[in-house]
């Protein structure tokens, strides 16, 4: 007790006598904007002590004797500034500095800004000013993340949660519940095409985020904006020539924690042909069985080696500034993968015990599975733009972007159906092991020439030409299995296994080639009406755009052993294959819908106006007309429905954003527009495919697919306090007519497959909330959004009848839609010092339950359980030019589940299914991924 009342005493006594010392503390602006300016340099005279404003723009000296000292405010791109504050000893003197910005005119100061479109302070400000709801991530806000690439720095942002691939990491955005399906992405605000055989969406981990100056995803669109993006557009920015000489660069580092605990597998590559047998000799010739080298189906385990990556930046302004070069590379080399477990469904169900009771799944397969992946992830991009005068500029831009994954996935298949109650053995009837490998090699190229023309008057245009390109090749995708026979033991409850024999090996080539011209072209003009100003577009845009598709597959079947109807397995290279049939040989490609040939041209035209009925009140609204011709023929048989087709229609889309300014820091705003969704190519085409978008089904296309259109309603409420805090609350509303989404269907040879169908009509609907706050050096922001999906679906019911009799009928069940969280959120906790010179955070991302695939019975969709992700990411800069960093991914090691929310009988028992969690649920689906690592260095001149 003591102790505390010496310990008190000395707090007071330190109190007091910093009541007794002078200081100043100070706040410095931006003259013109009245922002706050983070990382100024305060320097105190005669004592030459030094403060740089934190993130509030704040700085303090402290323990100051009474006297009279200067001040000297110097920031980049500013006029410095000296003043004389007297100090008293009595207490803190507080003075708040405005500095000028070296550009003088209002233009400049927007061109000056521009050139610097990765701070975040410009990201704020852009949010402030836009035409419509939008959030943004700028450069620096992504190289302090925990994130390397576009995709995992998605899930930050307000509204988005992330779908993830089999490595664990993000692949595809969800946008406010709505399916990766309804989002578009744009490169510098143009539409690029997609390198997936089947969708529209573009995979978001082909991108290294050290490309990009920004990330802006809009969630209301203007009648300038392509409609075909009912979650939201994903507009990637790219990196832009500054106002002076720039090189900047990344070398770093890291590991996977899975690779502690197992091997790495991988294969060799050399082997692999990049065309199939019947490309190679021609159609109808019978491809030999040395068209098929045994050498990449060979799997070695090892040490993974450890990951790599390292970008350049290369930038400057020549001519008097008149013309800005760009060139900036990246290039990731990463080893993940994960375990994964998996249930695999039956396309039946046995009937209830009656109609009250609930449908219990049945299941085939366990799948248990290493997946082992080298990643290599470059991308390219450079510009260059000539400012031809005041008024007229041109610019050329191109990208190339490369994701190539080199996949093994090592599967033991235990199928079920082997449970022997009279010999009390419980177990499967056969195992097979199997070894796949894959080689998905993924690219997108684009090339947009655009300018910007001062006319006359009001009169401005600007214009694009863009020529784009999206490839994806799984060249030799190839799969070897054996099976080894389970034989119970009689009364034992004991079983043996045989030995291994050989079974069928398939060889499959998929690629795809999706091609993209467009021509883009708006005119403005601007007038005062009735004392305010208004601002008018008009303008349109043509793109054409061509899909082609090739599919071709082989399997291959074991020669049996004399007198042996199998072949026993000694290794892969003594392994024997032939064709059975014959023609086998010639592979499927002749009647495999999976080769075609599918066009699609789009023509719009809109007209807009944008107005300040008040200097508070500002309204944008218009009508965009957009047409849609879709041709497609695939090599289905003539007989068959959905061989070919020609599609035709037209949407008239309006749209109206409003914004009520209460001062320059506070808006309420609102918008309505309608939009699109157009099917995918293979959404339409009835052509089964493994691998795409889902590991263990075929997906198969549905040609009687409508378009979705979608009304939508936004409303936000957002505050700009001070410096980079922010404060955002909003609701949205959509109506939805036709949406797609994929549910079990049973196909016509008796198995299930995935495919798109329009379930009815759907609503959604929720609340968003964003924050971010700084104190001095530490910081917390956030984003929280609920959300509601309602769709009233028809599913089968199968039950038994109090006579016996097994009735399958067609009910309805109200659902949430495919892939929507009702919760989703981030919290991250911030430490920046601009005096050390020192970025932290820890950053935590919840996602909700969601339904991941819909069954064709009541109550047995899968859903994925809600999961917590851990991030932790740190930098040290040193002197100017040097920065270390540190980032965590995955620090709890969330896994992915799949469940079934029906009670789990197989949770305990005889009947006892693998890996189950609760008696409450069965889990169809487990998979680990672990943490990983990864450091480095940037070096800035």
Do not use: C
Request: no cysteine; charged share 20%; proline share 4%.
């Amino acid at each position: 007790m003591h102790r505390n009342i010496f310990t008190a005493l000395a707090l007071i006594f330190t109190a007091s006598a910093s009541a007794i010392a002078g200081g100043i503390k100070g706040y410095v602006y931006d003259k013109h904007t009245k922002e706050q300016l983070i990382g100024a340099t305060v320097t105190l005279q005669p004592s030459h002590l030094k403060s740089t404003s934190s993130l509030d723009g704040g700085f303090l000296f402290k323990d100051l004797d009474e006297a009279t000292y200067q001040l000297h405010v110097s920031y980049v791109g500013y006029a410095a500034m000296d003043t004389s504050i007297v100090v008293r000893k009595n207490g803190i003197t507080t003075v708040n500095i405005y500095l000028t910005r070296q550009a003088t005119s209002i233009s400049d100061v927007m061109v000056t800004s521009a050139l610097n479109g990765g701070s975040d302070e410009f990201a704020k400000r852009r949010e402030m000013s836009a035409n419509s709801i939008v959030n943004i991530v700028s450069s620096n806000a992504i190289a302090i993340s925990p994130d390397i690439t576009v995709a995992n720095v998605m899930q930050r942002i307000s509204g988005v949660s992330i779908e993830r691939g089999s490595s664990g990491d993000g692949q595809y955005a969800i946008i406010r519940g709505m399916d990766k399906r309804y989002n578009t992405t744009l490169v510098n605000g143009v539409k690029i095409p997609s390198p997936d055989n089947r969708n529209r969406y573009v995979p978001l981990d082909i991108f290294p985020a050290e490309l990009l100056d920004r990330i802006e995803v809009i969630k209301s669109l203007t009648p300038d904006m392509e409609a075909d993006a009912a979650g939201g557009v994903i507009n990637l920015v790219m990196k832009n020539a500054g106002n002076k000489f720039r090189l900047e660069g990344n070398v770093g580092t890291g590991y996977s924690d899975l690779y502690f605990n197992r091997d790495f597998y991988s294969y060799m590559k050399g082997s692999i042909n990049v065309k199939s047998p019947a490309e190679i000799t021609g159609p109808g010739v019978f491809a030999p069985l040395s068209a098929f080298p045994y050498q990449n189906v060979v799997t070695t385990g090892g040490h993974a080696p450890i990951n790599k990556n390292a970008n350049l930046t290369v930038s400057d302004r020549l001519l008097k500034n008149k013309l800005g070069i760009i060139f900036s590379g990246s290039y990731q080399n990463a080893y993940r993968g994960s375990n994964s477990n998996t249930l695999l469904q039956s396309p039946t169900v046995p009937p209830a015990a009656d109609e009250t009771h609930p449908q219990l799944p049945a299941f085939s397969d366990i799948y248990a599975r290493r997946y082992s992946s080298r990643i290599d992830r470059s991308g390219v991009e450079t510009k260059i733009d000539y400012d031809l005068n005041a008024g007229n500029s041109i610019s050329l831009f191109a990208t190339y972007l490369q994701l190539n994954e080199r996949r093994t996935r090592l599967t033991s298949d235990s199928l079920l159906g082997g449970y022997s109650t009279a010999n009390d053995y419980v177990g499967p009837y056969a195992i097979y092991d199997k070894a796949e490998t894959r080689s998905d090699l993924q690219s997108i190229y684009n090339a947009t020439l655009q300018g910007k023309h001062k006319l006359s008057g009001g009169f401005t245009t600007d214009w694009s030409l863009v020529a784009s390109r999206a490839k994806r090749e799984v060249p030799d995708n190839a799969q070897f299995s054996t099976a080894r026979g389970v034989n119970p033991n009689t009364n034992t409850g004991t079983y043996t296994i045989s030995p291994p024999v050989v079974r069928n090996q398939s060889r499959e080539w998929i690629r795809n080639t999706d091609k993209d011209l467009a021509g883009y072209l708006n005119f403005h003009y601007a007038k005062d009406i009735a004392g305010h100003h208004a601002l008018f577009g008009l303008g349109g845009m043509y793109r054409h755009k061509q899909r082609d598709n090739y599919d071709n597959a082989y399997d291959l079947t074991p020669v049996s052993d004399p007198n042996s109807n199998d072949e026993q397995y000694i290794s892969i290279p003594a392994s024997k294959f032939t064709f059975v049939p014959a023609n086998g040989a010639l592979g499927n490609a002749a009647g495999n819908p999976g080769i075609y040939n599918f066009k699609e041209d789009v023509g719009a035209a809109y007209g807009q106006v944008k107005y300040n009925v008040s200097p508070a009140l500002e309204l944008l609204g218009g009508l965009r007309m957009e047409s849609t011709h879709q041709q497609y023929i695939s090599s289905l048989p003539v007989s068959v429905d959905g061989k070919s087709a020609d599609i035709k229609y037209i949407d008239l889309l309006p749209s109206l954003q409003a914004k009520y300014s209460f001062d320059e820091r506070k808006a309420l705003r609102f918008s309505y527009f309608r939009s699109i969704f157009r099917p995918a190519f293979a959404d339409l085409i009835a052509f089964p495919e493994r691998g795409s978008s889902n590991d263990s089904y075929e997906t198969e296309g549905n040609p009687h697919l409508q378009h979705t259109t979608i009304d939508n309603f936004d409303l936000r409420y957002e505050i700009f306090p001070k410096g980079l805090d922010q404060f955002m609350i909003g609701a949205f509303y959509k109506m939805i007519t036709d949406p797609i989404e994929y549910a079990f269907t049973q196909s016509g040879f008796g198995g299930i497959v995935l495919s798109p169908n329009n379930f009815g009509n759907a609503n959604n609907f929720g609340v968003e909330l964003v924050f971010r706050k700084y104190i001095g050096n530490f910081g917390v922001s956030g984003n929280y959004t609920y959300t509601h999906s309602d769709i009233n679906a028809a599913k089968n019911f199968y039950y038994q009848s109090s006579g016996g009799q097994a009735l399958n009928v067609r009910v309805d069940e109200h659902r949430p839609l495919q892939g929507q969280s009702a919760h989703i959120g981030n919290f991250s906790f911030l430490y920046k010092s601009r005096r050390n010179k020192i970025d932290a955070q820890i950053a935590l991302v919840y996602t909700g339950e969601r339904i991941n695939t819909l069954s064709l019975y009541k109550g047995l969709d899968n859903w994925e359980k809600p999961t917590v992700n851990l991030d932790l990411s740190a930098q040290k800069e040193f002197g100017k030019h040097y920065i270390l960093y540190v980032k965590v991914n995955n620090i709890l090691n969330t896994p992915f589940h799949l469940v079934i929310k029906q009670n789990n009988s197989s949770y305990s028992g005889k009947f006892r299914l693998p890996f189950q969690e609760s008696p409450h649920y069965i889990t169809v689906q487990y998979d680990k991924f672990y943490a990983t690592y990864s450091m480095g260095f940037r070096f800035k001149f």
